[in-house]
């Protein structure tokens, strides 16, 4: 079946560093691909989106580029600041195969940037 | 209101016990999930709702896990004979259409802890 997974964490950056969180995916059709944040004590929220190859979603300084043929969604930002700590989720949704619209989700991957 | 709103916000019960958890989503959302979210685990799939359409269950864990959603606004998850294993965030989102025109707004969820 679909799925998705990202890469483990904790991941803890200081100020200005540059982040990637890798994400890649299995799905028999077409997938659209998106990104969740988790701020502490808020409820999960869109980050971005991308619903084709080689589209690039952006937000927030945060960019993710849709790579069919690594199957892949890697979320980066140029220069992390101590307000993106969060949990990121990767997730996914094939309409092509399900049918339903569902949103297939990683398991999260927890970021802590230090002053 | 203006966000997803979920009840209780935590609820602690003893096994064996049948809790129901609330979700109202945001007014014109046509579609309404249910998400679990487990200690160190990804967002599980439970269920999905669409308009008046059959809705899809395929992610209920077991036959003690039912939902409803009346007048296409509110919706109860129903978890009979609580287990251990049932405890984590039980999270209820909802969007305008299907993911491809509109995103996911969840809520903060529900802490269910079973004793």
């Known amino acids: 079946g679909d799925s998705v997974t990202q890469m483990e964490g904790p991941v803890t950056l200081s100020e200005e560093a540059c982040l990637t969180i890798n994400c890649t995916y299995t799905a028999t059709g077409y997938p659209s691909l998106f990104w969740y944040v988790q701020y502490p004590g808020e409820g999960l929220q869109l980050l971005l989106k991308a619903t084709k190859a080689d589209d690039k979603g952006s937000n927030k300084g945060f960019e993710a580029t849709y790579r069919k043929e690594t199957t892949s969604f890697h979320l980066e930002k140029g220069s992390v600041q101590v307000s993106d700590s969060a949990v990121y989720f990767c997730?996914?949704?094939?309409?092509?195969?399900?049918?339903?619209?569902?949103?297939?989700f990683g398991q999260g991957t927890t970021l802590q940037v230090k002053p | 209101g203006a966000g997803v709103s979920q009840s209780p916000s935590n609820k602690v019960t003893e096994k064996g016990k049948d809790v129901e958890l609330r979700c109202d989503p945001i007014s014109g959302h046509t579609a309404l999930y249910w998400y679990r979210q487990s200690l160190g685990q990804g967002l599980e799939f439970l269920i999905y709702f669409q308009g008046n359409s059959a809705p899809d269950k395929s992610g209920l864990p077991s036959d003690r896990f039912s939902a409803e959603r009346t007048g296409g606004s509110v919706s109860t998850l129903t978890i009979q004979r609580t287990q251990q294993e049932d405890s984590a965030v039980y999270l209820c989102a909802s969007s305008k259409e299907t993911l491809y025109n509109s995103p996911l707004h969840f809520g903060n969820g529900t802490r269910l802890t079973v004793t």
């Open positions: 997730a996914l949704s094939d309409l092509s195969s399900s049918n339903t619209g569902k949103l297939i």
